[in-house]
C-alpha cells in the first residue's frame, strides 16, 4: 500500500508539471537556480555591431583630425585604409567577426614619436565620441580595458 501511494505521489506530480507546461508527455523540469544568469552578449553585439563601430570610428576620426596635439601624426597616413584598419580592430576586440589585418602596434608608430599627453587626448575623443553615442558605462569601460593596454607599444616617451 505504501508503494502505491509514493508512486500516485510522483504520477500526481508529474502530471501538475505537465500540464502546466501544456505538454501531458512532458518530463517534469527542475527549476533554474535563481542566481543562474543568462550568457552575456558579446561586447561587439552590445555595441551594435559593425555599422555601430564604423559610425564611432568616422565621429572619432573627424575629432582627432581637428586637434592639432595629435592630427600630424595621422596626416602623414593614408585616412581610408587607417579607418578600415580601426574598424577592423575595435571589430576584433570587442569579439566581431573582424580579422585585424594591420601591423601591430609597435611596428605601426615606431618612430612617430606619440607621447602619453596625445595618448590621452587620443583616449579622450574616444571617450567623447561614446559618450555621443550614448555608450552605456559598462561597454565603455569594457572597450576602454581591451585598448588601453596598447599605450606601451604606442607611446615612446619615458
Do not use: W
Not at 33 to 49: M, Q, S
Amino acid at each position: 500500500m505504501r508503494f502505491t501511494l509514493l508512486s500516485l505521489i510522483l504520477f500526481l506530480g508529474c502530471v501538475t508539471t505537465s500540464a502546466a507546461t501544456g505538454d501531458p508527455d512532458a518530463p517534469p523540469k527542475a527549476d533554474a537556480p535563481a542566481n543562474v544568469e543568462a550568457p552575456k552578449k558579446l561586447l561587439f553585439e552590445r555595441l551594435g555591431g559593425k555599422g555601430a563601430i564604423e559610425a564611432v570610428i568616422d565621429d572619432f576620426l573627424g575629432r582627432v583630425a581637428g586637434d592639432e596635439l595629435i592630427n600630424s601624426g595621422f596626416a602623414v597616413g593614408h585616412v581610408p585604409r587607417l579607418r578600415q584598419r580601426l574598424v577592423e580592430l575595435v571589430c576584433a576586440a570587442s569579439g566581431g567577426p573582424c580579422t585585424y589585418s594591420g601591423r601591430d602596434m609597435g611596428t605601426a608608430h615606431a618612430g612617430m614619436k606619440i607621447t602619453n599627453a596625445q595618448f590621452d587626448a587620443l583616449v579622450g575623443h574616444l571617450v567623447a565620441t561614446l559618450d555621443k553615442f550614448k555608450v552605456p558605462a559598462g561597454e565603455k569601460g569594457e572597450l576602454l580595458g581591451l585598448l588601453g593596454p596598447m599605450r606601451s607599444s604606442i607611446v615612446e616617451e619615458p
